[in-house]
């Protein structure tokens, strides 16, 4: 079984509107969270870290992890077509450097 | 800013061969990573090593050898190229073991 479990595994969701994915971790050593952006041909981007329980905000894009039940979730705001991409939730442990990731969410913008 | 450079581009090797990717990145990064990625798996950590001349096993090292010779290259053997194997590798590279990776663009396998 995988240690970082992402749902949905796609998702469409209309231009300007609220996209919401989420990535749930079933291995309490894992205290860093990431999310990474692939668009179709290139290496995965960073988005942003989360570390600290509570919500992050950077732009349009807001995390929210919950240590105790071990959830992530990242948030997109007012989406744009350039936002269609497959994104990944990655955990490690501190200093371990060993980042495993989700295998996924396949995120459509329709215009 | 830095880049991360994979070669070849595209693979296509026979069952049985032993194919070699190659990796190099000019950020002066410690840490340098190989994962595969198969359609609906996500990305799966084959190899890792936070300096050079070192190494350490990721969740799918089996069929896999490394090497990191030097700061800016880390290679991956295929050890023997599986029938109608098809999966893109992507090299990464980060500062520390807590920093963001940064990836190269994949090199994409095809066995025949």
């Known amino acids: 079984q995988q240690k970082v479990q992402q749902s949905p595994e796609s998702l469409s969701v209309p231009e300007g509107g609220m996209a919401s994915l989420n990535c749930t971790s079933s291995?309490?050593?894992?205290?860093y969270f990431w999310w990474y952006r692939q668009h179709s041909g290139e290496g995965p981007k960073a988005l942003m870290?989360?570390?600290?329980?509570g919500d992050k905000k950077e732009g349009r894009f807001t995390a929210h992890l919950n240590k105790a039940s071990l959830h992530v979730s990242l948030h997109i705001r007012d989406s744009q077509p350039s936002d269609s991409a497959l994104y990944f939730c990655a955990a490690s442990v501190y200093n371990q450097g060993k980042l495993i990731f989700g295998q996924g969410t396949k995120l459509s913008i329709k215009p | 800013g830095g880049i991360i450079t994979q070669t070849p581009k595209f693979l296509i090797g026979q069952e049985g061969q032993k194919l070699t990717l190659k990796c190099q990145q000019n950020?002066?990064?410690?840490?340098m990573y190989w994962y595969r990625q198969d359609s609906g798996k996500g990305l799966r950590l084959i190899y890792y090593?936070?300096?050079?001349?070192?190494?350490q096993k990721g969740d799918l090292s089996e069929g896999y050898d490394a090497s990191r010779e030097k700061k800016s290259s880390f290679s991956l053997t295929v050890t023997s190229a599986q029938k109608n194997e098809m999966a893109v590798f992507l090299c990464?590279?980060?500062?520390?073991?807590?920093?963001?990776?940064?990836f190269g663009h994949g090199t994409k396998l095809s066995v025949l």
């Open positions: 950020f002066n990064h410690d840490t």
């Open positions: 291995d309490r050593n894992f205290q």
């Open positions: 090593s936070i300096t050079e001349n070192d190494l």
């Open positions: 990464a590279s980060s500062k520390d073991n807590n920093e963001r990776l940064f």
């Open positions: 870290s989360i570390f600290s329980d």
